[in-house]
């Protein structure tokens, strides 16, 4: 294959002197197409290029050109699911979900509905209620369970008997088995308040009442 000289390059406007050409370190569709051209009417008519070696130039530029497209679809793709599921999620603003959550609001007068999951039987299910300096003002025993999500209610009194303000309470649940404690998760019914848009490198979640930062995953059910 005949070398191209750089007088014939600028010719074809492909040359680092031309004003009206801005200087860039890509070979664009186009280019690739000039210099293809000007390969094939250069090339020495006794040693012709091989066609395998001519067809093997255009699949390559071809490949490059289909992940770029395909990377650009992806990109539209994300952006349009993204989009799709913020203003779902906005939807969600005021109303009641169950949602996997380790605190919950009470408002003072309505008892907080909650529930334990529980992937096995239990000899015993402990849930504490605890105030946010930390301290524990309610343990509830709900005894012996099967597998399965376990419903309990909190109706904001403490130990002794005596009320407790409105706020927010952290929830924490054990599972008992032989002796043994294991930590478990807790579910709360409670109003969504405030949905995070997706930044920095963080996924979209939303603000329960009690205060707690969940994923659109972490919806168990919408009341």
Do not use: C
Not at 21 to 42: C, I, V
Not at 90 to 100: E, F, H, Q
Not at 210 to 223: A, C, L, R
Request: hydrophobic share 40%.
């Amino acid at each position: 294959m005949t070398t191209i000289d750089s007088s014939l390059i600028d010719q074809l406007g492909l040359g680092g002197n031309q004003s009206s050409r801005k200087p860039s370190n890509k070979l664009g569709q186009e280019d690739f197409l000039k210099l293809m051209t000007t390969q094939l009417k250069n090339q020495d008519p006794t040693k012709p290029m091989d066609n395998s070696a001519f067809l093997g130039q255009i699949a390559q530029f071809s490949s490059v050109t289909g992940i770029q497209e395909m990377q650009a679809s992806v990109k539209q793709l994300v952006e349009t699911l993204s989009s799709n599921q913020t203003m779902q999620a906005a939807s969600l603003v005021g109303k009641t979900v169950v949602a996997s959550a380790d605190s919950a609001l009470y408002d003072g007068e309505h008892a907080i509905q909650g529930g334990v999951e529980l992937t096995t039987a239990a000899d015993n299910v402990v849930v504490g209620i605890f105030d946010q300096s930390g301290q524990l003002v309610k343990k509830l025993e709900l005894g012996a369970q099967g597998s399965g999500t376990v419903s309990f209610n909190w109706d904001g009194l403490a130990t002794d008997g005596s009320a407790l303000p409105a706020g927010a309470y952290r929830l924490k649940a054990e599972s008992i088995v032989d002796g043994k404690a294991t930590a478990v998760s807790t579910l709360v019914a409670e109003p969504i308040v405030a949905v995070n848009m997706a930044s920095g490198g963080k996924s979209l979640s939303l603000t329960l009442a009690g205060g707690s930062d969940i994923n659109m995953s972490d919806v168990k059910q919408i009341m």
